[in-house]
């Protein structure tokens, strides 16, 4: 309840949590603290900030690393909640030393501290500094072991840091040495479509400007299902465009051979009707596709032609 949470907010409730969190306090009342912690800055901006004005991401971190299981777990979702929309408290939990923690609590956390860990993880991962801490703090092995955890937000949160941490060149060939490719191609046919859609983002950031990955999703059979998600009743707009852009940015890296197994895959069909999508961007992209098939493939213009 938003205005309960105000109510405990300006009452004073914010700073004196972060004092019995930081403080000599027993492990279940510090335990306690982190929970209440949790629950006050979920969706509340103006507690997030408050926490954070109180100095309570360092002694959150603690608990992700000394508390109990439950404790743990409380840490990890208060950390993922500051994460969120916040460019500051992206800095702010790398300085204390939250990074480390965090893919401690992703490695060998409940499934409950791997969720949340995962989706803070996420959040930090946006940074593009963040995403060179990150892979040095071995983020990079356990978020694809937690492409395989039965909750669909721990894959989602998973596969939406993994395309965050592509962006960087040297975690751009990391990630797919780690075995990462393999799944996210059988996360393309998830019947949730968050995690469709964050599984295609990621192969579309790993495709960018890089033949090796893109012959990587190729041999992984990760182009026809990449051309279902074009048709957007079959996933969903997110779905969509990262999927076209994974076609676009496979088919830009790859051989004439591998270029021709998108073709083969229905990929002029389904891209066609996207040329008068309402989306600019959409368009954009869609033309782009056409473009680099119908220069490496001859006689393409005609398959062009009939799908109008």
């Keep these: 309840d938003e205005v309960l949470k105000s109510a405990i907010a300006d009452a004073g409730g914010i700073p004196a949590l972060v004092l019995l969190l930081a403080g000599g306090a027993t492990m279940h009342a510090r335990a306690n603290a982190g929970g209440a912690l949790m629950n006050l800055t979920e969706g509340h901006a103006a507690n997030q900030e408050a926490v954070t004005e109180h100095g309570g991401v360092r002694p959150l971190v603690a608990l992700l690393d000394q508390g109990d299981q439950l404790a743990q777990e409380w840490a990890a979702g208060a950390l993922q909640n500051l994460g969120i929309n916040s460019d500051r408290n992206k800095v702010v939990i790398p300085k204390v030393d939250g990074i480390p923690s965090l893919v401690r609590a992703l490695a060998s956390g409940t499934a409950t501290a791997k969720e949340s860990a995962a989706g803070a993880i996420r959040s930090l991962a946006t940074n593009s500094t963040n995403q060179e801490l990150l892979a040095a703090a071995g983020a990079i092995p356990p978020l694809v072991a937690a492409l395989r955890e039965e909750s669909v937000v721990t894959q989602e949160h998973a596969a939406g840091a993994l395309g965050s941490l592509a962006a960087?060149?040297?975690?751009?060939?990391?990630?797919?040495?780690?075995?990462?490719?393999?799944?996210?191609?059988?996360?393309?046919?998830?019947?949730?479509?968050?995690?469709?859609?964050n599984a295609a983002g990621a192969l579309r950031c790993l495709a960018l400007n890089s033949a090796k990955n893109a012959k990587q999703i190729v041999d992984a059979k990760g182009v026809a299902p990449l051309v279902k998600l074009l048709k957007v009743a079959v996933a969903g707009p997110d779905a969509q465009a990262n999927a076209l852009v994974a076609l676009l940015n496979v088919a830009s890296a790859s051989t004439k051979q591998q270029q021709s197994t998108i073709h083969a895959a229905g990929a002029v069909p389904a891209t066609v009707p996207l040329l008068s999508a309402s989306s600019e961007e959409l368009r954009e992209h869609a033309s782009g596709l056409l473009w680099n098939l119908s220069s490496a493939i001859p006689k393409i213009s005609t398959a062009i032609d009939g799908a109008k």
């Design 168 to 197: 960087n060149s040297a975690n751009r060939d990391a990630i797919p040495a780690a075995g990462a490719v393999a799944r996210l191609v059988e996360l393309l046919m998830s019947p949730c479509n968050a995690v469709q859609a």
